[in-house]
């Protein structure tokens, strides 16, 4: 609770592209760290026909034009293409905050773009898809992202090498320019009594009146993809309702990712990963893991079972809960304590038509009774194995009686 959110959403307009946030006064004196987040009302979903890649090259333009812009600053930023935001955040010292907060929102809300820099980032681009061309890891996640969102926004944030090589800066400045349905949203978080920080009262984030109930999909799907590699890929993809309180979904996300983490290992598993997907109908619960091939279909038992909530009943015990949502409030403050995540939590709460969730007072509020409402809005599992179809190995024989 010492960090105030200061946040505005702009307000649609003809050319929404456009993001404004309000002119920040200069900066006293402040010790912790400032972080600023927008979010760009557009994606990878956004490419245009015959120029996929347009977002992904966009984001790597940014990146370069705002470590040009705060050269000298102790400044960082961080540009994360999604396939329907792009999010840019600052992380600043409070001595040089007001100054690199207006370079970084002069960069983001510029529309030229350099023609040199542009073929630095396409070469650069280029080479790594040539590089990945017929890799197994790539073909994976254009399997996972058709299996996900059906083949209608795309199967790569990267594109196609040949479409990337012929964009121009005429293309992606054009593109940059189109107006869009939605605004784009500010965050600022700063220390209290900092100018930067234009205090409100935050409620504990429950859902906007009126949020939509829909899910990404109502129809599940397993399938089986047999590919001579040496190891395998198992994903597990569950749409969760639009409405359902964000908290609730968080806990349930830092549950998961427990689940990955067993102790001791298993040596069936090399990775896992759980993510947060925002698709327009709702959010998607996606958990990839890498394993071995013998392991695959075991681990993709697990992993459904962990996403179906059939292990969950210990959330039941008022002990055990309470043990639960206090190991969720800790990571939630560990990872927040850099500013500049905490913007992009709280600018994404905007966006949603919620004021911003004080993590105190957002896990406090949880309780054993939202596990019927998180089981009645997780909705059918899409699971993908991808990788050789190996038997699981067999018991090892008993050993014979000792004589």
Do not use: C, K
Request: hydrophobic content about 45%.
């Amino acid at each position: 609770g010492a960090v105030m959110a200061a946040a505005l959403q702009t307000a649609p307009a003809a050319d929404s592209a456009a993001p404004s946030p309000p002119p920040p006064p200069a900066v006293t004196a402040a010790t912790p760290l400032v972080g600023a987040a927008v979010l760009l009302p557009f994606g990878a979903a956004h490419d245009p026909p015959g120029a996929s890649g347009m977002a992904w090259v966009y984001g790597r333009l940014l990146e370069e034009e705002l470590r040009e812009a705060l050269a000298g600053s102790a400044a960082t930023t961080r540009v994360r293409v999604g396939r329907f935001d792009t999010e840019v955040t600052l992380l600043a010292p409070p001595g040089t905050a007001a100054a690199d907060l207006d370079r970084f929102q002069t960069v983001v809300d510029a529309r030229r773009v350099d023609g040199a820099a542009l073929e630095r980032v396409q070469a650069d681009l280029v080479r790594q898809l040539r590089f990945e061309e017929g890799a197994p890891v790539r073909t994976f996640e254009e399997e996972r992202a058709a299996l996900i969102f059906d083949g209608r926004w795309g199967a790569s944030l990267q594109g196609r090498r040949a479409e990337l090589e012929t964009l121009g800066a005429a293309d992606v400045e054009r593109w940059r320019s189109t107006p869009r349905d939605e605004a784009a949203v500010w965050a600022v978080v700063a220390p209290p009594g900092s100018p930067l920080a234009r205090p409100q009262r935050p409620d504990s984030g429950q859902t906007a009146a009126g949020a939509p109930r829909t899910r990404a999909w109502s129809e599940g799907r397993h399938e089986r993809l047999d590919r001579p590699i040496t190891n395998a890929w198992v994903t597990v993809d569950a749409p969760v309702r639009a409405d359902l309180d964000p908290t609730v979904l968080d806990l349930y996300v830092r549950h998961l990712e427990e689940v990955l983490s067993p102790t001791p290992p298993d040596p069936g598993l090399y990775s896992a990963d759980v993510e947060l997907l925002h698709a327009p109908e709702g959010p998607v619960l996606s958990i990839t893991a890498a394993v071995t091939p013998e392991a695959a279909e075991r681990w993709a038992r697990r992993l459904e079972a962990a996403v179906l909530l059939e292990d969950l009943e210990s959330w039941r015990d008022e002990r055990q809960f309470a043990w639960l949502r206090r190991r969720f409030r800790n990571a939630w403050l560990a990872r927040e304590a850099s500013p500049d995540r905490a913007a992009a939590r709280v600018a994404r709460d905007l966006r949603a038509g919620r004021s911003p969730r004080v993590p105190l007072e957002a896990t406090q509020a949880l309780d054993a009774g939202d596990l019927d409402v998180l089981t009645d809005a997780i909705g059918p599992t899409r699971v993908l194995i991808y990788g050789p179809v190996l038997d699981p190995p067999a018991d090892p024989p008993e050993a014979p009686p000792r004589s």
